[in-house]
């Protein structure tokens, strides 16, 4: 048992989490419970399983796991099973689009996590829950809304990874901070810094897990820097070396990624081809944290191409407006509102325009530096 836990743990570093010899090390691993085995190893080999299960983006099954480790932590709670239950719990629903529950377990994760032991790892197999959880808690706040809190809560978790030395957490939380600003756009004019930081540690420690989803993050950081062309190239290549640890997770949103890149050298056909793919594989995975986003940009490329489509396209913003709705995902809803706001001002709807974006800005109470709200503010100042 004691082997495989620790083989399971090295191959999930540097062979990929969700890799099949990780899958296979922690099946086998998971086989060979029996009553004798403590509750860190249950905790380490449902650690394992959900990790191959979310990498995959079989957010279902992940999931599933999460709400097994948070039964284990029903009979186990002076240990550090309730951090590592909540941790997980609040990943996937995360992933699925249930940020506000996602805030809600990561939350409970952080506090259980430092009254236990603070910056302490947990043990040789795992990360430190609290750091992970406050770590992801950025991706949370960030699209409902929270923008500055995210960004602190993403440096943060990275000024205390560091303090551990522990490389695969580190790695983890740096991609999550190159993520935060650059798919999400957090770092603005400095767009970029944080994916380059990422790459450089995952290839001095030899991290894949993390490498080929902070290259990503490189990328969509040319695509607002040189010529987009060569981000293409970078984002496929990025993807391709993901698909062959059969790391799904984020394949979405890579997809609408890839596709705001051919809108901007003036390919929407392109873009809507795999925006289509991108909506696929959500509904089938259940990854829907960037749905929204997807429906929106669909839209705006379905009215670049314009002609009878563009009655489609003003379908697909009031589509991403509902779901950003059904998901308090404040940002996205100002994403989907600035969109449908700048079509009606091109159709002549002023008041309609000023109407549907003007409540929706003024929601927010902070991150007024952020390309996105930049952009509704310089709308709402055109249409006033």
Request: charged share 25%; glycine share 6%.
């Amino acid at each position: 048992m004691e082997l495989h836990l620790s083989l399971g743990q090295m191959m999930r570093a540097t062979q990929g989490y969700a890799s099949p010899e990780t899958l296979r090390i922690f099946a086998r691993a998971r086989d060979l419970l029996d009553e004798r085995a403590t509750v860190n190893e249950r905790n380490t080999i449902l650690y394992g399983l959900w990790s191959v299960h979310y990498v995959r983006a079989e957010h279902i099954a992940a999931r599933d796991v999460a709400r097994q480790c948070l039964q284990l932590a029903e009979h186990d709670r002076n240990t550090d099973t309730p951090a590592l239950a909540h941790m997980l719990m609040g990943c996937s629903l995360w992933a699925m689009g249930a940020f506000v529950d996602s805030r809600d377990h990561l939350e409970r994760a952080q506090e259980i996590s430092g009254t236990n032991k603070g910056d302490a790892l947990v043990s040789r197999f795992s990360h430190n829950n609290g750091i992970a959880a406050l770590a992801y808690l950025s991706w949370t706040l960030w699209p409902l809304g929270y923008l500055e809190q995210a960004v602190a809560s993403a440096r943060e978790a990275a000024r205390r990874a560091h303090r551990t030395g522990h490389v695969p957490l580190t790695a983890y939380v740096l991609f999550i901070e190159a993520f935060l600003g650059t798919a999400f756009g957090a770092e603005g004019e400095t767009l970029g810094s944080r994916a380059d930081d990422a790459v450089a540690y995952c290839v001095e420690h030899r991290v894949t897990a993390y490498e080929h989803w902070s290259r990503f993050c490189q990328a969509v950081a040319l695509t607002r820097s040189d010529d987009p062309r060569d981000a293409i190239e970078t984002m496929s290549d990025a993807m391709g070396a993901s698909e062959k640890i059969n790391a799904f997770f984020l394949r979405p949103l890579h997809l609408g990624h890839l596709a705001a890149a051919y809108m901007s050298i003036s390919q929407p056909e392109v873009a809507l081809g795999y925006l289509d793919q991108a909506a696929r594989i959500a509904q089938e995975s259940e990854e829907q944290f960037f749905a929204a986003e997807l429906h929106r940009l669909r839209g705006v490329a379905l009215l670049e191409i314009g002609g009878e489509r563009e009655d489609e396209g003003e379908v697909e913003l009031q589509r991403a407006l509902a779901i950003a709705r059904q998901q308090a995902a404040r940002l996205w809803e100002l994403c989907a509102a600035t969109s449908l706001a700048r079509l009606w001002r091109d159709k002549g709807q002023r008041t309609g325009a000023r109407d549907l974006l003007a409540p929706v800005y003024g929601w927010f109470t902070e991150g007024f530096d952020t390309p996105d709200l930049k952009d509704a503010k310089a709308l709402l100042d055109e249409l006033a």
